[in-house]
C-alpha cells in the first residue's frame, strides 16, 4: 500500500499535464488538419512564414499554388498555411 501511495503524486502529475498540455494540442492539431483539408480557389491565406496571399489553384492534397501580388504566384504546401483570413463561398450549382 506505501508503494501505491509513493506513485500517485506522479499519476496526478500525469493527469494534470494530460488535461493542461496534450488535450488542447490534440484539439488544436485537428482544427488546423480540417482548416487546411478546407481550403479552395479564393480563399485569402497567411503562410507560417508571414506571407499573405489568395489561392489561385487547388494543385492536390499536398500544395495549392497563391498569388502574392498580380503576376506572382507560389506553390506552398497544404500544411505550411497557418491561418485563412477570409473564405470564399462555395459556387452554387445551378
Given amino acids: 500500500m506505501e508503494a501505491f501511495a509513493q506513485f500517485v503524486p506522479l499519476i496526478l502529475i ?3 499535464m494530460y488535461f493542461l498540455l ?3 494540442q490534440q484539439k488544436k492539431v485537428k482544427e488546423h488538419q480540417a482548416m487546411v483539408a ?6 485569402e491565406v497567411v ?6 496571399g489568395k489561392i489561385t489553384k487547388v ?3 499536398t500544395e495549392v499554388e497563391v498569388e502574392l501580388a498580380q503576376g506572382v504566384k507560389v ?3 497544404r500544411p505550411t ?8 463561398e462555395p459556387a452554387a450549382n445551378d
Fill in 14 to 16: 500525469f493527469v494534470i
Fill in 47 to 52: 503562410t507560417q512564414g508571414g506571407l499573405i
Fill in 81 to 88: 498555411i497557418s491561418q485563412v483570413r477570409s473564405k470564399t
Fill in 38 to 43: 478546407a481550403l479552395r480557389r479564393g480563399d
Fill in 22 to 24: 496534450i488535450r488542447p
Fill in 59 to 61: 494543385k492536390d492534397d
Fill in 75 to 77: 506553390r506552398v504546401l
